[in-house]
């Protein structure tokens, strides 16, 4: 599976959109990208995940660059609870290849 | 909203013990996974299962053994706990692309 780069470690105001980078410059045609968070050292919980189109769900929006060796996370409008580590992953679908988590962003949402 | 349970939360105990970490999930998922995770550290896999009877070693070595006897539930167990234990156990289990984690087990082996 593709290796990840996130930034260590991101502020964001309150009540902005929080834009959350990964770069992923050796993803293959059959990766996609997912992204989890995890709060405070809880159980990772799963927000989104896409190929190469742009997503988006209730929790957030995943936009991927056309030539895919970049994504970034965007938290519209970020609230103190969305403080969190976010993990970007590259992994085949469909596969028993695991999800490897890497370190993360650590994103704090300023009041 | 995903229902996979783990119990105890916390546990302190001390060297040489034998302890069961218990994982359940009221899903049906087939797939199932143990992490360890040290405080602001990246999620290690120790096991995973594919189904029943079906147990694997991950990445990360582990003195832990699991078991798969049923699907809902996977059990990890540590023969004799020694302070080097002392971590976070994750359990989760997996629907197509998502893993559902349980809230974790925070081990203190004294």
């Known amino acids: 599976d593709a290796k990840t780069t996130q930034p260590p470690s991101m502020d964001c105001a309150e009540g902005r959109a929080a834009n959350l980078p990964c770069n992923h410059s050796?993803?293959?045609?059959?990766?996609?990208v997912y992204w989890y968070r995890q709060i405070h050292s809880q159980g990772p919980q799963y927000i989104i995940h896409g190929l190469k189109n742009n997503e988006t769900n209730e929790m957030a929006s995943l936009i991927i660059t056309e030539d895919r060796k970049s994504s970034t996370l965007i938290l519209p409008h970020a609230t103190l609870r969305d403080t969190a580590v976010y993990y970007c992953i590259v992994r085949v679908a469909g596969t028993g290849n695991q999800f490897y988590f890497g370190t993360g962003t650590s994103l704090t949402v300023i009041p | 909203e995903a229902d996979i349970y783990q119990t105890p939360r916390y546990l302190v105990i001390g060297t040489g013990k034998k302890i069961t970490l218990e994982c359940s999930q009221t899903?049906?998922?087939?797939?199932m996974y143990w992490y360890q995770q040290d405080p602001g550290m990246e999620l290690h896999l120790i096991h995973y299962s594919y189904g029943v009877n079906s147990t694997e070693k991950g990445d990360l070595s582990s003195e832990s053994t699991v078991s798969r006897i049923r699907t809902e539930h996977f059990p990890l167990t540590l023969e004799s706990a020694r302070p080097s234990h002392t971590s976070q156990y994750l359990c989760?289990?997996?629907?197509?692309?998502?893993?559902?984690f349980g809230p974790g087990t925070r081990l203190l082996v004294l």
């Open positions: 899903m049906g998922h087939d797939k």
């Open positions: 050796t993803i293959s045609g059959n990766e996609y």
């Open positions: 989760a289990s997996r629907r197509k692309e998502t893993q559902y």
